[in-house]
C-alpha cells in the first residue's frame, strides 16, 4: 500500500519538483497551496491517479489540521523564502514561517513522519576556514533565517522529524524563481552579459533542486535511521565566494562582465563553508554539478520571461 504524503507548499519551486518525483514513485501525494504567485506548475501531476490538489492557505489552521490525520508523510514546504521577501512583511513572516507551522506540528501525532526544510543560513557568519557542520552553532541574522531556526527547533525536539539545512538552491523549476542567487547571475549574464557583484567575497554553498528532491526521498525512505536529526545538503564542490560563483558562469559565457561593487548589502550576510559529509555518509550524493546547472539555465532562459518568477 503506498503512504499518503502532504506536501504544504507542492506548487512552489522545490515542491513542484518534489510532487512529480513522488508521483513517479507511487507515492499517493495531496498538495496543498494557496497558488500565491498564480502559478500552473502541477499541471504536468493532475493526470496522475494518486495525486489531489487541495487550494489553500497554511494559515487557515481549521481547514488545515482538520487534514492532517489522513497522512504517514508530512513536507511542510510552504513558506515566505528569502531575507528580501520576509523583510517586506515581518508580521506575516512569522505568522506563515513560524506561528503557522508550530500550530500544526502540534497536531501531528508521533506516528507521522515530517521531513522539514530549513536554511543553512542559520549558520550567519562562519569562521575564515573552518566548515560549518551540523553541530556548529547557529548564529541566524536575518529575519527570515532566525525563523527557520526556531521552527526547525521545534520540530526536532518533537521528535518525528528529519530536517534538512539546504545550501542556497538553483535550477529549472516548473514553478520558476530568478530571484535566487545562481539563477539572478545567470539570467543577468544571459540578458546583459554583465553582473554587478557586492560584496563578492562571502561564500556560499550551492544545490540542485532536483538534489534538494533526491535528499527528501532518502528522508522517507530512511526515516528511522535519521529521525530527531539535521542534515545540511549543499554540493561540496560547490563552496563559493560570489566572485568565484560569477567566473564559473564566465566559463559558460565568456563575453560575460563581472563588475565589483562597494555599495549593496545582502540582508542575510550569509558568509561560511559548509560540510554535507552527514548526509553523504547516509549514501546520499548530488546528481547535479553547479556547471549542469549554469547550462540548464542558460537554456532555460531563452523561453522565460523574468518578470513573473520571482518572489520579490
Not at 223 to 249: D, H, W, Y
Request: glycine content about 6%; overall charge negative.
Amino acid at each position: 500500500m503506498s503512504e499518503n504524503i502532504l506536501i504544504t507548499g507542492g506548487a512552489g519551486y522545490i515542491g513542484a519538483v518534489l510532487s512529480k518525483i513522488l508521483l513517479d514513485r507511487q507515492f499517493n501525494v495531496t498538495v496543498y497551496d494557496n497558488l500565491l504567485f498564480n502559478q500552473a506548475s502541477l499541471l504536468d501531476c493532475c493526470h496522475h491517479p494518486q495525486f489531489r490538489f487541495i487550494r489553500g492557505d497554511i494559515a487557515d489552521q481549521k481547514k488545515l489540521t482538520g487534514m492532517l490525520k489522513e497522512f504517514d508523510i508530512i513536507i511542510p514546504l510552504a513558506a515566505i523564502v528569502g531575507a528580501p521577501a520576509c523583510a517586506r512583511n515581518p508580521a506575516l513572516t512569522k505568522l506563515v514561517n513560524y506561528d503557522a507551522p508550530l500550530s500544526m506540528l502540534e497536531k501531528i501525532s508521533s506516528e507521522q513522519a515530517v521531513v522539514f526544510p530549513t536554511t543553512n543560513s542559520g549558520y550567519g557568519i562562519g569562521g575564515a576556514n573552518e566548515y560549518c557542520d551540523e553541530k556548529s552553532e547557529l548564529k541566524p541574522i536575518s529575519d527570515y533565517a532566525l525563523s527557520k531556526v526556531q521552527i526547525e527547533d521545534a520540530f526536532l525536539q518533537k521528535g518525528n522529524a528529519v530536517t534538512f539545512r539546504l545550501a542556497t538552491v538553483f535550477g529549472v523549476s516548473p514553478r520558476m524563481r530568478i530571484d535566487l542567487l545562481v539563477n539572478d547571475f545567470v539570467y543577468r549574464a544571459v540578458k546583459d552579459s554583465c553582473i554587478v557583484s557586492f560584496e563578492e567575497h562571502f561564500r556560499r554553498n550551492y544545490i540542485h533542486v532536483r538534489d534538494v528532491a533526491k535528499a527528501f526521498v532518502l528522508g522517507i525512505s530512511q526515516f528511522e535511521r535519521m529521525r530527531g536529526e539535521p542534515f545540511n545538503v549543499g554540493l561540496s564542490s560547490a563552496n563559493l565566494t560570489k566572485r568565484q560563483l560569477c567566473e564559473e558562469i564566465q566559463k559558460h559565457i565568456p563575453e560575460l562582465e563581472i563588475l565589483s561593487s562597494e555599495q549593496g548589502k545582502d540582508p542575510d550576510q550569509r558568509d561560511y563553508l559548509v560540510s554535507n559529509s552527514k548526509i553523504e555518509a547516509l549514501g546520499w550524493s548530488a546528481d547535479y554539478s553547479l556547471d549542469d546547472g549554469i547550462r540548464e539555465l542558460i537554456t532555460g532562459y531563452q523561453i522565460l520571461r523574468a518578470n513573473t518568477f520571482s518572489n520579490v
